[in-house]
């Protein structure tokens, strides 16, 4: 089970926080500091894994943002490897060649894109095409409403 | 679509964002955030907000708690713009509860009801966005209320929906078993799912049920054998594909379903042989995700019932992860040598210089996982070694979690593996006195315990040497200036009990030692009750000896200040101390005798010894006494509190008027413990009890163990102690059997495997291996003469070991050519699949498209619509092996050629239209775009617009 993802810059700057687990605003705070601090420390060459306070954290770095999930002693890393590797593409595909930016100002669109991937910590959809039809159907739904608003406007005036 | 609708919001946004971009320290970060927070305050109370600037605030507010900030002042907000009518607003509200709030959180209650409507809604997403929700937020006490809706979702028609009503049901699961144990139908029947989405997600909660229960799902195994020998075979939807390997994450959680189900359980496995057998084949090792298949597939290998050609594959694949030049893939192949060696003892020397390797690789990740390994594979003839290893690895540390557990490991195997008492007492002083204070007080009790029982059942001797030793070696470490509390303990109680025994040293050089100590550490009362303690036990032993007792003036002193002591406790350890001196021998002898803490103290629980008193009571026309339990005309009291307190538990919120009498809890508490409750003679002074009943309660000291703090002395052989404190052993020594027993076939297998390999890779290079680097493997790995085979490059081999190599070359080369011919020509038996892979790539169904192909009008015709109908056909055929009914279902779920699927035309045109990737005008729009708002690239954050993928 994945306890929380999280996305730091390589400045230690936060991006996004979930917690499928229960942790206290004051823990969370803790989490991030004490994650950030050995995670921006390793090397290029070592191991993308690190053991923490019985968990393991697996984080991959695109960029400069670093993707972190914590995760039970007994899964599979490369396996969270390839779910951060999956929900950057989703990311990427949604945003375009998405870049730290989209997901500074976007941050709430990554937030749903991550509802739809993952659930209660457990992967809940590994295609791609899913997701994303999924997202952009609320996206659609949003477009909609902007219309219509527009154009209420317009009548209005 | 996400980039140009990616601004809505607000300059004032923007500003926000961009000047916490561009601050440069903590503090003026929070500066901004504190200021953002209250014009948030002012602004969020404000009367009739527009929804737009409404929904705009609470991301804001998302915005700031994600800073790590409280934002609680407006968590009501968010809780009431889910209400709202609208999707837009509704959503943003979810997103930002499921944010804020934890299950346990007071506002959640407010949105149950909102929860329970949306969930009814005829709008599929509104429902999604509720479900998402129902799976943060709703606790143990609020499931009644959802849960009749969620299991009626199961049913939806959109397979987004069913999905997310599984996970929402696996949750559930995972909070309260019992709420949800007689769905378990429910899921075998979305095993059968004809979305390949929704089977796999039914895969999780399958996978919590079977590892609770395993009995109750052995019907499946032929089931999850067929679904994943499909999968492998490419027969679901493309969609699914991922970086060419067909839906690898379900691939890996059907392996842990089977890994699961296969678990010393020879007929199950012998099901799953074939298919593990074809991934090893097929899975493509130079991608990650092949890798993590690999892994999985070895983990699945060394749990299910041992086969010899999967073992084999297994070791090969260890092999090349080991050699491998990732970090990653070393340490996964350190972790599967961890699981195989369990089975293949053996396996582990082939790859001794790579282990040592990583145990010496800067890499802490590495290192800590190499340890494990250790840890795993030590025996008595290396347990000097990897502990001095450990320890030596304890010391340099400063991770607190990591030091307990490496020290309550060295501790545990000092107690099963140690070669003498000398190095016992060594090891046990050095972890004490590097780790004292982290390691658990129960390790400090087990020390003493097994210095005052000893461990030679025939040797009396023996024990007293190892008391000696104890002795002087604690003499020696109190001259230490600063020394851990617990460790302080120990040595109190050791000298109190045996410092004088061996008559080496003098009652008045060890009370004033432990004068000493109660005087430097006068702070810790602890400490100083064990002092008072021990020095009553040398006074007494003094006395009963005939001998006279001179009190040192400090200890004078000493017991002065301790008589006036502010804890009760002390004061009453003093005044006992007081009393034992002025005692003639005889009464001392009958108090303290010596060497007496591992005799048993009787407690007659049913106070026999009244028994003539009663008597004369009731001849005397005295009423009997009539347990509790018999007494007629009242209610058994203490069930009667117990079903409160159930009541009280399970249903604190009542959501509904009545409710159907739900299944029985089931009693979490195993009988063991009852039963250990209930054990009339106590078997020793108090302080050890707990420790005995670690052992006493399997099931309890198992769960301990996954804590990693206490010792797992269950179950495991003792070298160490009374071999009667492991009655687990029986048990795991009959489990242990088994696997010895399948492995025996095996071992040939591999070890000629093994001298294949050697030669293999000598040839390739010529190896060197620093003779320290020997010497370390050689006491590791059991001194085999056998050297290291690894294909490092610059290395050379030296003389001794070439030989050593050389003379195996001709004897394997035949194996060697065996080997190479091997993937060309798989044994027969394993190939059932005569197809090539290429058949079963064509287009096949995907749901999500027959739905979109019902909306969407312009549909394209598609070439590949007529190639479907024949490979469906070939699906149809597969069921012939499979018992299951459901199972079947899912078959031909998968096989219901739509008559509305339109592969490909649809999804290229929305592929073009999100393929933005290499379109240069798209990223100058951008950043024109995100210049416009003012937001430049500063530069200390350079390589902000750099894509994450570039």
Same mark, same amino acid.
């Given at each position: ?157 | ?15 926000? =964002?961009?000047?916490?971009?561009? *601050? ?17 305050? +002012? /602004? ?84 999604? *966005? ?21 299991? $009626? ?88 594909? @991922? ?71 297994? *070791? ?22 961890? /699981? ?48 001095? +290893?450990?320890?030596? @690895? ?17 501790? $545990? ?8 008492? &000398? ?7 050095? =972890? ?11 390790? %400090? ?30 003499? /020696? ?62 006074? !007494? ?31 009453? +350890? %003093?005044?006992?101390?007081? *009393? ?41 026309? !005295?009423?009997? @006494? ?48 009852? %039963? ?60 242990? &059997? ?38 370390? %493997? ?56 005569? $197809? ?29 619509? !007529? ?84």
């Amino acid at each position: 089970m994945i306890h929380f993802v999280l996305l730091v810059s390589r400045q230690g700057k936060v991006r996004l926080t979930k917690w499928y687990s229960p942790y206290s605003q004051k823990e969370r705070s803790k989490v991030i500091r004490e994650l950030s601090g050995i995670i921006l420390s390793r090397g290029p060459k070592l191991c993308n894994f690190v053991e923490w306070r019985g968990f393991k954290v697996v984080y991959k770095r695109y960029a400069g943002l670093y993707f972190c999930m914590c995760i039970n002693q007994d899964d599979n890393e490369l396996e969270i490897l390839d779910i951060i590797h999956h929900y950057v593409e989703i990311l990427d595909r949604y945003f375009g060649s998405v870049c730290e930016l989209d997901l500074i100002f976007n941050f709430h669109k990554a937030y749903y894109i991550l509802d739809e991937l993952l659930i209660a910590g457990e992967l809940q959809e590994s295609s791609k095409r899913t997701v994303l039809r999924l997202v952009d159907a609320q996206d659609c739904i949003v477009e909609i409403a902007h219309q219509q608003a527009s154009s209420l406007k317009q009548g209005i005036g | 679509m996400g980039s140009q609708g990616g601004f809505y919001q607000s300059k004032e946004f923007l500003d926000l =964002v961009k000047s916490i971009g561009e *601050a440069r320290s903590k503090a003026e970060e929070d500066r901004i955030v504190l200021n953002e927070i209250e014009t948030l305050k +002012r /602004r969020i109370s404000e009367p009739d907000i527009p929804k737009r600037k409404m929904k705009e605030y609470i991301i804001r507010l998302v915005y700031v708690e994600m800073l790590g900030h409280d934002a609680s002042f407006g968590y009501i907000h968010a809780v009431k713009m889910t209400h709202d009518d609208s999707l837009l607003v509704k959503r943003t509200g979810y997103l930002a509860v499921t944010l804020f709030l934890n299950e346990d959180h007071d506002l959640i209650i407010l949105i149950v009801n909102t929860i329970q409507k949306d969930l009814k809604s005829d709008n599929y997403l509104v429902v999604c *966005a509720a479900l998402n929700a129902v799976c943060k937020l709703i606790n143990e006490e609020t499931i009644p209320a959802v849960l009749p809706q969620v299991v $009626e979702l199961l049913g939806h028609p959109k397979e987004a929906v069913r999905k997310k009503a599984i996970m929402a049901l696996h949750r559930f699961y995972q909070k309260s078993p019992s709420s949800v144990s007689h769905l378990v139908s429910n899921f075998r029947k979305r095993l059968c799912d004809n979305d390949p989405g929704v089977m796999g997600a039914t895969l999780c909660p399958l996978f919590d049920l079977i590892t609770i229960d395993v009995n109750s799902f052995k019907d499946l195994v032929v089931s999850f054998v067929s679904i994943l020998k499909q999968v492998a075979e490419r027969r679901l939807p493309k969609a699914y594909d @991922y970086h060419q390997m067909p839906a690898p994450f379900i691939q890996i959680k059907l392996l842990k379903i089977l890994a699961l189900l296969g678990s010393g359980d020879k007929q199950a496995s012998e099901n799953m042989y074939t298919v593990v057998g074809d991934l090893f084949r097929k899975c493509d090792s130079s991608s990650n995700i092949g890798n993590a298949i690999l892994y999985e597939c070895i983990c699945c290998v060394s749990s299910i019932y041992p086969n010899a050609k999967l073992l084999e594959s297994a *070791a090969d694949v260890i092999s090349r992860f080991l050699k491998s030049d990732s970090h990653n893939l070393k340490y996964m192949g350190i972790d599967a040598l961890g /699981r195989l060696i369990k089975i293949s003892p053996d396996i582990a020397e082939q790859h001794q210089l790579a282990v040592i390797d990583c145990l010496e690789d800067p890499d802490d990740t590495l290192k800590r996982k190499t340890f494990e390994l250790l840890y795993k594979m030590t025996k008595s003839t290396n347990v000097e070694v990897i502990v001095d +290893r450990m320890i030596d @690895y304890m010391i340099s540390i400063n991770d607190n979690h990591y030091k307990t557990e490496i020290a309550s490991r060295c501790v $545990e195997l000092a107690e099963q593996f140690a070669p003498s008492n &000398q190095w016992f007492i060594q090891t046990m002083n050095k =972890v004490f006195e590097h780790a004292g204070d982290l390691v658990n007080i129960k390790v %400090a009790h087990n020390l003493m315990r097994l210095i005052a029982e000893g461990f030679g059942e025939d040797d009396d001797s023996a024990d007293s040497q190892l008391r000696s030793s104890a002795v002087e070696s604690y003499l /020696r470490i109190l001259g230490e200036p600063k020394l851990p509390s617990v460790f302080l303990q120990v040595i109190c109680w050791v000298l109190g009990e045996y410092g004088t025994a061996d008559g080496k040293f003098s009652a008045s050089y060890i009370t004033g030692k432990l004068c000493d100590v109660a005087e430097a550490y006068s702070n810790d009362e602890t400490v100083k009750a064990y002092a008072v303690t021990a020095l009553m036990k040398i006074y !007494a032993f003094e006395i009963a000896a005939r001998r006279k007792v001179d009190l040192l003036p400090e200890c004078h002193s000493l017991m002065e200040e301790l008589l006036a002591s502010h804890s009760t406790d002390l004061q009453q +350890r %003093a005044y006992e101390l007081q *009393a034992v001196i002025g005692l003639d021998a005889h009464a001392v002898e009958c108090i303290m005798p010596s060497d007496a803490s591992c005799e048993d103290i009787e407690v007659d629980k049913g106070l026999s010894f009244l028994n003539g008193y009663v008597e004369e009571s009731i001849e005397k026309g !005295a009423q009997p @006494y009539i347990p509790e339990s018999e007494r007629s005309g009242m209610l058994n009291i203490s069930n009667f509190r117990n079903q409160d307190h159930h009541e009280a538990s399970s249903h604190g919120l009542r959501f509904e008027a009545y409710e159907l009498p739900k299944p029985t809890v089931q009693s979490r508490i195993p009988p063991a413990l009852l %039963a250990s409750t209930e054990l009339v003679p106590v078997p020793e002074p108090m302080y050890l009890r707990e420790s005995y009943q670690t052992p006493s309660v399997p099931s309890v000291s198992s769960d301990a163990g996954s804590s990693e703090l206490k010792l797992r002395l269950d179950g495991v052989q003792k070298k160490w102690g009374k071999p009667t404190y492991s009655p687990a052993t029986s048990t795991s020594n009959s489990t242990a &059997q088994k696997t010895v027993n399948g492995v025996t076939q095996v071992d040939g297998a591999s070890s000629t495997n093994s001298r294949t390999r050697e030669t293999y890779d000598s040839r390739k290079s010529q190896v060197e291996i620093s003779p320290e680097k020997q010497k370390l %493997a050689a006491s590791l790995f059991g001194g085999s003469s056998k050297t290291e085979k690894r294909p490092a490059t610059g290395h050379k081999i030296s003389k001794a070991s070439t030989q050593m190599v050389k003379s195996h070359v001709p004897k394997s080369s035949m194996e060697v050519a065996l080997e190479k011919t091997a993937p060309v020509q798989p044994a027969p038996d394993l190939l059932d699949l005569g $197809e090539p892979t290429g058949t079963s790539v064509a287009p096949l169904v995907d749901p999500f498209k027959q739905l979109e192909g019902l909306l969407d009008t312009t549909q394209v015709g598609s070439a590949a619509a !007529a190639k479907s109908p024949d490979i469906m056909a070939m699906y149809a055929d597969t069921p012939a092996g499979i018992h299951d009914k459901d199972d079947g279902d899912l078959l031909s779920g998968l096989s219901k050629p739509p008559v509305t699927n339109m592969p490909g035309g649809t999804t290229t045109t929305q592929q073009e239209q999100r393929s933005k990737g290499p379109n240069p005008k798209d990223s100058l729009e951008k950043d024109a775009l995100v210049r416009q708002m003012g937001v430049n690239p500063s530069s200390q954050n350079p390589n902000l617009f750099r894509d994450l993928l570039g």
